[in-house]
């Protein structure tokens, strides 16, 4: 966390703080020329979707890409120059990956942090920085620098375990989130009143107090070495309640233009305490007041950028090659307005993956299909998603619904 900074002065009057940014900074143009010089390597940990988006990025600039990840056939695997099957939660298996690279991102929390810092001890540049990776992927952490950088976000208590939940009745509804491995809806519970409290966790977590949400939003950030950054239109996020995974979602956000700007002023205040280069995406509630509430911080690309591809001069992906690689921050304006629609496995389909409804989906104009390369569907697992692009956000929400109404992943009898 980036709490209790160094202000003493050197020789020059110069506060340390400043002197270290700036040395940053140097290191940060100094590596960008050793790139040009020369073919650079770059390696993400990680092989899912997120990283087979970032491998169809990289396909545009000059770099030798690498992937560690344990399963071979995994999506990203066979878009890289170099595949490395390995743990990416095990310390030996993560600073063996990423000792002969220039860079290194993720595209999960859920990577060896300590191996990753001693990578950055010696030389390699990792986005995001392992102290901001430290801080996002405890929740407990999380919410703790929310506090100590007074950023808005709902009130919250730590449990120990199950015993400790069952003394905080009072502070129901709440959500209860384990500290450590919650992702895509899973770690999380909601809590209503004393009779849900047996279905909290038994372990370290977050109870947040829960918020009269009007809206959910999430904004992208990005931000470079030298501590530059850009922001992406913020979106509208519509939940599967059931799953808890994103469903759907439209950008922009509509929202009025003084929530907008709040919002997006805590958004960056969220990046710039970080103080970390790599692309953020901030998910925000908006409650009945109009007020900004912090939901929860990703530290890489992120579901709620997926638009960007064919919606924005400068995809997300293609942003976070140009911060690794030291280029300019890229356009993060839209074309035209957006939504995705999620495919996710349908309930009571596991197996070998069919997409049902597809040939009649691709008839739609302005319509683009990304099917993430998983040969095995489960329910709820998120197998692919569609973008749609309209000048009108009535258009979008049709095709959006009707999208949803045609297609589903099942399994193959």
Not at 121 to 130: A, C, D, L, T
Not at 181 to 194: E, F, P, T
Request: proline share 5%; net charge neutral.
């Amino acid at each position: 966390m980036t709490d209790n900074k160094d202000k003493s002065i050197n020789s020059n009057n110069i506060p340390s703080d400043e002197v270290h940014k700036s040395a940053r900074i140097a290191v940060s143009e100094a590596s960008s020329l050793q790139y040009r010089a020369g073919q650079p390597k770059a390696g993400i940990l990680g092989g899912g979707q997120l990283g087979r988006m970032l491998l169809q990025a990289a396909a545009n600039y000059p770099v030798t890409t690498y992937v560690m990840e344990n399963d071979p056939s995994c999506p990203a695997a066979h878009l890289c120059h170099h595949f490395i099957k390995g743990d990416i939660t095990n310390f030996d298996d993560v600073y063996r990956f990423g000792k002969g690279l220039d860079a290194l991102t993720i595209e999960i929390e859920s990577v060896n942090e300590d191996a990753l810092e001693k990578l950055e001890q010696e030389g390699v540049n990792i986005y995001p920085r392992p102290s901001a990776l430290r801080t996002i992927k405890n929740k407990i952490l999380q919410k703790q620098f929310y506090k100590l950088h007074q950023i808005p976000s709902s009130e919250f208590i730590v449990t120990r375990d199950l015993e400790d939940l069952k003394q905080h009745a009072s502070f129901l509804p709440a959500v209860h989130k384990v500290s450590m491995g919650g992702y895509d809806g899973r770690g999380v519970q909601l809590l209503v009143g004393k009779d849900d409290l047996p279905r909290g966790f038994d372990t370290p977590a977050v109870l947040e107090k829960m918020i009269n949400i009007k809206k959910e939003i999430a904004i992208i950030i990005a931000m470079n070495e030298k501590g530059e950054n850009v922001m992406y239109p913020s979106v509208d996020m519509v939940f599967d309640n059931r799953l808890n995974l994103l469903d759907y979602q439209i950008c922009p956000a509509g929202l009025p233009e003084k929530v907008l700007w709040k919002a997006e002023a805590v958004a960056r205040k969220v990046v710039k305490e970080l103080d970390s280069p790599g692309i953020f995406a901030v998910e925000l509630f908006i409650d009945d007041q109009d007020n900004v509430f912090v939901n929860e911080t990703a530290p890489r690309v992120h579901n709620s950028g997926h638009h960007t591809i064919e919606a924005n001069y400068s995809s997300q992906f293609d942003m976070l090659w140009r911060i690794m690689l030291g280029y300019p921050l890229g356009n993060t304006a839209s074309i035209l307005p957006a939504a995705i629609v999620n495919l996710l496995g349908s309930e009571g389909h596991s197996g070998e993956a069919f997409y049902k409804g597809l040939n009649e989906v691709l008839k739609i104009e302005n319509i683009f299909v990304h099917i993430y390369g998983k040969k095995e569907t489960r329910p709820g697992r998120k197998m692919g998603h569609i973008t749609i692009l309209s000048k009108e956000k009535q258009e979008l929400i049709h095709q959006a619904k009707r999208i949803k109404q045609t297609v589903s992943v099942i399994s193959v009898k």
